[in-house]
């Protein structure tokens, strides 16, 4: 972890889609930011997601990906210091945006150089900031 460009900013490992899905591949340079509400991941991540909801599809109105609101959602899992955390797949509803339709909290990170894990993936995990000057730090913990 390091937080010397003003972020608390660290390398997450794989990830996984659905439920008790092992993680593969890596997702590479993240920051936990709770002044986010989503979770800006990598678009081919992102699109693997959505693919697995039937009813999904990229709207470009809304800027993202929607979806029904009566639709099931897959677990999002990531792997952060060697450590698998679980974002229920209720917790990735973000929105309704009219009629039946839904706005997802995962979306691409596009433009942005990293990804961003807001409040979507902070309310699934305990999360620690050690705001020390000599060792800035950040702790993960699941919750039980």
Same mark, same amino acid.
């Given at each position: 972890?390091?937080?010397?460009? #003003?972020?608390?900013?660290? !390398? $997450? &490992? #794989? %990830?996984?889609? &659905?439920?008790?899905?092992?993680?593969?591949?890596?997702?590479?340079?993240?920051?936990? *930011? !709770?002044? !986010?509400?989503?979770?800006?991941?990598?678009?081919?991540?992102? !699109?693997? %997601? @959505?693919? =697995?909801? /039937?009813? $999904?599809? @990229?709207?470009?109105?809304?800027? &993202?990906?929607? %979806?029904?609101? /009566? /639709?099931?959602?897959?677990?999002?899992?990531?792997?952060?210091? +060697? =450590?698998?955390?679980?974002?229920? #797949?209720?917790?990735?509803? @973000?929105?309704?945006?009219? +009629?039946?339709?839904?706005? #997802?909290?995962?979306?691409?990170?596009?433009?942005? &150089?990293?990804?961003?894990?807001? *409040?979507?993936?902070?309310?699934? $995990?305990?999360?620690?900031? *050690?705001?020390?000057?000599?060792?800035? =730090?950040?702790?993960? /913990?699941?919750?039980?």
């Amino acid at each position: 972890m390091t937080a010397s460009n #003003g972020f608390w900013e660290f !390398t $997450a &490992g #794989g %990830y996984g889609i &659905g439920k008790n899905a092992t993680p593969t591949g890596s997702l590479g340079d993240c920051i936990a *930011d !709770t002044g !986010t509400t989503l979770l800006y991941l990598p678009s081919n991540v992102v !699109t693997a %997601y @959505y693919n =697995r909801v /039937a009813s $999904a599809s @990229y709207n470009s109105a809304q800027g &993202g990906y929607v %979806y029904s609101c /009566a /639709a099931t959602l897959p677990d999002f899992s990531l792997v952060i210091g +060697g =450590r698998t955390f679980v974002v229920p #797949g209720a917790d990735v509803a @973000y929105s309704p945006i009219g +009629g039946s339709q839904c706005f #997802g909290g995962i979306q691409a990170n596009t433009g942005i &150089g990293f990804n961003i894990l807001g *409040d979507i993936f902070l309310k699934s $995990a305990f999360v620690v900031f *050690d705001q020390s000057q000599a060792s800035p =730090r950040i702790g993960f /913990a699941n919750k039980a």
